[in-house]
């Protein structure tokens, strides 16, 4: 999960994700073959179709903010995707990009290889690099698996499995609403910070996106506003340091993603699409 939100929003967005999901789920149940407490238990057990469940989260998501697609939009997002996936293990294919109508400035890694970026992220990126940032970050995180894992060691999965096999509805709302505001530990944070600087390297793309996005952050946060990625992505100004290093003494050879043209038309399309 990343970057910038009251809240107060995010309480009120946690909440009304919660119980759209569990709305989801109990309908999925309905129209399903699958027991839902065999499902429930093999999610416990590691064997839950991931994929399946973060339809349903995406689902819940989009119920509550438009998601934005033309020709350009998706043009832009897989031309950056695509080049993320040069020289990594990863294919483009793989992860499932959402651009939505949001003005909180955020991005988070759902199951099943979603990521969902606002688009008031995508306003504050001066540039490509920086929204490749994010996207390197939380692409880190699913290929970590650390989504799945702060489930688990929050209690989340074991929260949905009992109250599944208690018929609790608003127990289900309240362990799926977490999901979208899981904060990872110190350790995945670093892991991610490390693997995604070199998923950027590996791409030929310039790093030092994502220390400069990480910045404005912090600008926020003293204009009095309180980033979300801050509550869940810690320790913002060391990461942001410890990212420039690495980046000093790199040779200037880094390919730009695209033309600062092309990158404002991108804004204003996707402003157009609104």
């Keep these: 999960m990343f970057w910038s939100v009251k809240k107060a929003n995010m309480k009120t967005f946690l909440l009304r994700f919660g119980i759209t999901l569990a709305v989801l789920i109990g309908l999925w149940f309905v129209f399903s073959r699958i027991p839902a407490k065999e499902t429930f238990h093999s999610l416990a057990q590691g064997k839950f179709d991931e994929e399946k469940f973060g339809e349903l989260a995406m689902d819940a998501v989009f119920m509550e903010s438009k998601e934005l697609k033309s020709d350009s939009i998706d043009f832009v997002m897989n031309k950056l995707v695509n080049r993320l996936s040069e020289g990594n293990l990863f294919p483009a294919s793989k992860f499932h990009i959402h651009v939505v109508n949001n003005n909180e400035v955020n991005a988070f890694a759902l199951p099943g290889n979603h990521v969902v970026v606002h688009s008031g992220l995508i306003y504050m990126c001066d540039n490509p690099e920086e929204l490749l940032g994010v996207l390197a970050h939380e692409i880190a995180h699913l ?34 609403g977490e999901l979208a505001g899981l904060a990872f530990s110190r350790d995945q944070e670093s892991e991610a910070d490390e693997v995604g600087f070199n ?76």
């Design 143 to 176: 290929e970590k698996r650390h989504v799945y894992e702060r489930m688990k060691t929050e209690g989340i999965i074991t929260l949905i499995e009992g109250a599944v096999a208690q018929g609790g509805g608003a127990t289900i709302a309240t362990a799926v």
């Design 199 to 274: 998923f950027l390297m590996n791409a030929n793309v310039r790093p030092n996106g994502m220390a400069t996005l990480f910045r404005k952050m912090k600008e926020e946060t003293l204009a009095g506003y309180t980033p979300e990625f801050m509550s869940t992505h810690p320790e913002l100004e060391s990461r942001a340091l410890n990212i420039e290093s690495k980046c000093a003494g790199l040779p200037n050879t880094f390919v730009p993603v695209m033309s600062a043209e092309e990158w404002e038309n991108f804004q204003i399309n996707l402003r157009l699409a609104l």
